[in-house]
């Protein structure tokens, strides 16, 4: 269930959801931890997030490209979705990955330049890469492009 990557894409607080939906705080925190939920529940929480039921149930958080904010989005940044992504359906999932893997290995580079200069340089770009997928899953939070599909 994507509960959780819908609540954060809006930049809500559990609290806040729960307030929306009428639910309590306690009901989204098993939901999102992935415990089953009523009918009931999940009508209140499509409901306070503008989505269907059916949108909750997916399993993956994909960029919709056929959405009017996707439509919206500046043309560099829809390039560098498609560029950096070097998939037809790129997933949220995917860049946070990129993005740790990036700081992490650009940090580990860094620190082997203490003793090699190319090892320095390429920890730079490393961490300028990861820095540059951070900045593409905010701005694809912000423009609330993405989708799940199971």
């Given at each position: ?69 996707w ?11 498609i ?32 003793f090699?200069q ?33």
């Amino acid at each position: 269930m994507i509960l959780k990557q819908l609540r954060i894409s809006r930049h809500l607080s559990q609290e806040q959801l729960a307030q929306m939906s009428g639910l309590n705080v306690r009901t989204i925190q098993r939901i999102e931890s992935g415990k089953n939920a009523s009918v009931e529940s999940l009508k209140c929480i499509a409901a306070a997030l503008n989505v269907d039921i059916a949108t909750l149930n997916q399993e993956k958080f994909m960029i919709d490209k056929s959405s009017d904010n996707w439509q919206h989005l500046p043309l560099l940044l829809k390039c560098w979705f498609i560029f950096n992504f070097l998939q037809t359906r790129p997933s949220r999932s995917s860049a946070k990955r990129i993005e740790i893997i990036g700081h992490v290995s650009g940090f580990s580079f860094c620190l082997l330049g203490l003793f090699n200069q190319a090892a320095l340089e390429g920890g730079l770009i490393m961490l300028f890469i990861a820095y540059l997928y951070h900045w593409l899953t905010w701005q694809g939070d912000k423009y609330g492009i993405w989708y799940d599909v199971n």
